[in-house]
């Protein structure tokens, strides 16, 4: 059974913060206090949120395609409405845009 929309919404939301402060560390480079850290955290991931369109047609009919969907429109929302607004605003983040 799927989680109510309000659940995944909250996991969204925190999820997009951590996003953001992460992007934003890693923007400062060897200035932040979190350097050594991310440094060693993977640089790639292999999700089907983010192959090719083409690997993603074949996800076709799947519960996966519908949750990558459902994903997918939830985090554009969040960054749409969160992330962009805030990088307009403050030229020094619009290069995390």
Same mark, same amino acid.
């Given at each position: ?14 999820? &997009? $913060? ?20 991310? $440094? ?8 089907? &949120?983010?192959?090719?369109e083409e690997d993603r047609h074949s ?8 949750? &990558?969907?459902?994903?997918?429109? &939830?985090? /554009? ?10 990088c307009r605003a403050h030229p020094e983040?619009? /290069?995390?845009?």
């Amino acid at each position: 059974s799927r989680r109510s929309s309000v659940d995944e919404e909250s996991v969204s939301s925190w999820c &997009m $913060v951590v996003a953001c402060v992460i992007m934003f560390e890693k923007s400062l480079g060897k200035e932040s206090d979190f350097h050594s850290y991310l $440094v060693s955290l993977p640089s790639s991931a292999d999700l089907p &949120m983010l192959w090719p369109e083409e690997d993603r047609h074949s996800l076709g009919g799947t519960e996966v395609q519908e949750a &990558m969907q459902d994903a997918w429109e &939830m985090t /554009h929302r969040e960054w749409a409405g969160c992330v962009e607004p805030v990088c307009r605003a403050h030229p020094e983040f619009q /290069h995390l845009s």
